[in-house]
């Protein structure tokens, strides 16, 4: 019988069963993929985004108490994590300068997966791949796990379980949502889920037509009449809508409020445009925009303005000029829905952050079971936040429940 059993050998699984194996503990872990790791091997393009370069509670959100999540990083905080995979881990990592971004020197995101695999391994941890769960019972001792493992049912029995089995974005590496069905089964309330860090379609034909290009912006997203949130990122145009940072950060304002996008163009607002023209006020139009913008996009820009490309800023009529600033400094970027989870980063809402006491992330339904990772109701944005997320709880997860048993 194991001491703790971790359903999930992802990011946050394979943290969890780490630090739960050097704890002592008689670890095991059950995955239902061919091999543990396999959305770590995808992740950042092949590369892994293992962690930011700095964090704040602000890069990520959560329906859940802000200060439960403060309290949960200072309990592991980034200098240290990154310390972990340097050191630890023997993984170089290396700061991307216009990012922030830290990845593996070797931009290998299988380096990271197999350091974290043979981390477990030494700990003593059995990890047991096309191992799916389906079902967890409580029991008075401990827990009883219904597995469908090679074709065969089997129960296994735990004293402590780590649930880790992700959310639901990008399913074929094995994170299908079924997590959540044993969260809600083991009777912890989710939040209403959604496709975060998800790339928005577009009903707009001529902005669709852009595809291929990429535009430094700052966007806001408004909902209820209010700034969300803005930040200055780059946006992509895609044939189906917009991708990028920009709209991968901004998509859970507009899939889970129904916010509207709004951007200013090369992150100006409208008095640094009004500068941008008046400095350069001899200058035709379209090139000093080019200066500045993809040339089809200003194109785009000025058609919708209604000025000739070859006027210079000085023969333009106040009329288009007041035409002109809006377009640049509060453009708005229409949306019809996003392209969901086969192309969702992560996946918004889950378990809710006051199902779990925030010291152990032990589940307070279910004690003795311990939850971590995306199935909780929290997202970071794009730049390795999630996985210090689930890096950060995974741990916490792993060594609680080891430290429970003693
Ligand atoms: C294309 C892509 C690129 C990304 N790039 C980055 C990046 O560069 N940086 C970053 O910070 N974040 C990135 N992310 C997000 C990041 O990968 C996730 O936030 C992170 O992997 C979540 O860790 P997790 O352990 O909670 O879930 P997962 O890593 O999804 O692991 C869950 C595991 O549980 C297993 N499982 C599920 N259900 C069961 C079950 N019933 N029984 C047994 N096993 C089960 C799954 O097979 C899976 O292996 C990316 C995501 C995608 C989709």
Redesign the pocket.
């Known amino acids: 019988m194991s001491d703790v059993v971790i359903?999930?050998?992802?990011?946050?699984?394979?943290?969890a069963a780490i630090f739960a194996g050097r704890a002592g503990a008689r670890v095991t872990v059950?995955?239902?993929?061919n091999a543990?790791?396999?959305?770590?091997l995808?992740?950042?393009?092949g590369?892994?985004?293992?962690?930011?370069g700095a964090s704040d509670p602000s890069d990520f959100f959560t329906t859940g108490s802000r200060n439960v999540l403060k309290r949960l990083f200072r309990t592991w905080p980034l200098d240290d994590v990154r310390t972990f995979f340097e050191a630890d881990l023997a993984i170089a990592l290396k700061e991307e300068t216009a990012s922030g971004?830290l990845?593996p020197a070797s931009n290998s995101?299988k380096e990271v997966r197999d350091r974290l695999v043979g981390a477990a391994q030494s700990a003593g941890v059995t990890l047991l791949t096309r191992?799916?769960?389906?079902g967890i019972d409580h029991l008075e001792d401990g827990f009883r796990l219904r597995?469908r493992a090679d074709g065969e049912d089997i129960e296994l029995p735990a004293t402590r379980v780590v649930l880790?089995?992700?959310?639901q974005?990008?399913p074929k590496?094995?994170?299908?949502?079924?997590?959540f069905?044993?969260a809600a089964a083991t009777d912890h309330a989710l939040v209403d889920r959604y496709p975060a860090?998800v790339p928005l379609r577009s009903p707009d034909a001529e902005l669709r037509a852009l595809t291929g290009l990429a535009a430094p912006v700052r966007w806001r997203a408004l909902a209820g009449g209010k700034t969300r949130e803005t930040r200055e990122r780059p946006l992509l145009f895609t044939h189906r809508g917009f991708s990028g940072p920009a709209a991968l950060d901004a998509s859970h304002w507009v899939v889970r409020e129904g916010a509207t996008l709004r951007v200013a163009w090369a992150a100006m607002d409208a008095a640094a445009w009004e500068f941008a023209l008046e400095a350069e006020s001899r200058k035709r139009i379209d090139v000093l925009l080019g200066d500045f913008l993809p040339n089809r996009l200003v194109e785009l820009l000025l058609r919708r303005a209604n000025i000739p490309g070859h006027l210079r800023v000085t023969q333009m009529h106040p009329k288009q000029r007041r035409r002109l600033i809006p377009l640049l400094a509060d453009f708005e970027l229409p949306t019809d829905g996003d392209e969901g989870y086969k192309k969702?980063?992560?996946t918004g809402g889950g378990v809710g952050l006051g199902e779990v006491n925030p010291s152990t992330l032990e589940s307070r339904s279910s004690p003795g079971l311990y939850v971590?990772?995306?199935?909780?109701d929290t997202?970071?944005r794009?730049?390795?936040?999630?996985?210090?997320?689930?890096w950060v709880?995974?741990r916490l997860a792993g060594e609680s429940a080891a430290a429970s048993l003693r």
Do not use: Q
Request: net charge positive.
């Open positions: 359903v999930g050998g992802g990011a946050a699984g394979l943290m059950l995955e239902v993929s543990c790791g396999l959305k770590i995808v992740s950042g393009g590369r892994c985004n293992v962690l930011p971004k990845f995101a191992h799916r769960v389906r597995v880790a089995a992700g959310g974005s990008l590496t094995g994170s299908d949502g079924s997590g069905a044993l860090l969702a980063e992560v971590c990772g995306e199935l909780f997202i970071g794009m730049g390795g936040y999630n996985f210090l997320w689930a709880t995974g």
